[in-house]
């Protein structure tokens, strides 16, 4: 006889279990991503500041803000930032594009953050050198596993 | 014609660095989630947000199924004259939706 409570923890192994592999990107691909984005240029640490809670209680809705420190005047400008989650089942979150008509550096978004991971910030500035940020979050409810009823 | 709110503001002085919000209402279906029956649900997103000022581009977002669902997203600009501020989304299945805002620059 199965109880009711036995029961809900296997049916979320077996939903869990149901595709192993298939809702997490593999380190290749998250190279990838970044490979695509920077060209395979060194990427420094500093300039960015990626702003994410340390600890996120649903995954499915996460404030992600980005700043980089920069003049943003023609001749110095941030043109491209791009956020990653190593973990989602896709690298990529988003990717803005501005230019010296932003007048500051920065934006915030809300994401889905899938597992416990390390996002990471890059940003493409006009010189062409590229600068990074990355935090670490703590995920309770993951985003991207629930089920359609 | 998906609900759509912007914020801009009405006025601004010459030069100064004005926010932008943009909040569009869609269910963002990251194409990696599967039914009851294991079947997957296709994925059905907003690929791009283009922001225009009096027609030139001046900030322009990609997004992929990481964005949340009714995606909302702020950001800067200069306010260099008085005129129109534009939002163009565009996404999955021809989704298109245009919102747009004046603003006075002194």
Redesign the interface.
């Known amino acids: 006889m199965i109880t009711r409570r036995e029961f809900v923890v296997l049916a979320c192994a077996a939903a869990s279990g149901?595709?192993p592999g298939?809702?997490r990107a593999t380190p290749a691909a998250m190279d990838e991503a970044m490979r695509a984005v920077t060209g395979g240029a060194q990427v420094r640490r500093g300039r960015v500041t990626l702003d994410a809670p340390a600890l996120i209680e649903n995954g499915?809705?996460?404030v992600v803000g980005v700043s980089v420190d920069s003049p943003m005047t023609q001749a110095d400008h941030v043109k491209a930032i791009h956020v990653f989650?190593p973990l989602?089942?896709?690298p990529?979150?988003?990717?803005?594009?501005?230019?010296p008509?932003?007048?500051?550096a920065?934006?915030?978004?809300?994401?889905?953050?899938a597992d416990t991971q390390t996002l990471v910030a890059i940003a493409q500035m006009s010189d062409g050198s590229f600068w990074s940020d990355q935090v670490s979050v703590v995920v309770t409810i993951a985003?991207?596993l629930?089920?359609?009823? | 014609m998906a609900r759509a709110i912007i914020q801009v503001p009405a006025r601004a002085q010459r030069g100064d660095v004005i926010e932008l919000r943009a909040l569009i209402g869609h269910a963002m279906e990251t194409g990696f989630r599967r039914t009851e029956s294991g079947a997957v649900v296709p994925r059905d997103i907003i690929r791009q947000l283009v922001c225009t000022y009096n027609g030139a581009e001046v900030f322009r977002a990609e997004f992929h199924p990481a964005v949340a669902a009714n995606p909302l997203i702020s950001f800067t600009t200069v306010a260099t004259d008085s005129g129109n501020i534009e939002f163009r989304w565009t996404g999955d299945n021809d989704f298109s939706a245009i919102e747009s805002a004046p603003i006075t620059v002194e």
């Open positions: 149901a595709a298939a809702l499915n809705s996460v989650a989602n089942p896709l990529n979150m988003v990717s803005v594009y501005l230019g008509r932003a007048g500051r920065r934006f915030s978004t809300r994401t889905r953050v985003a991207c629930e089920e359609l009823k």
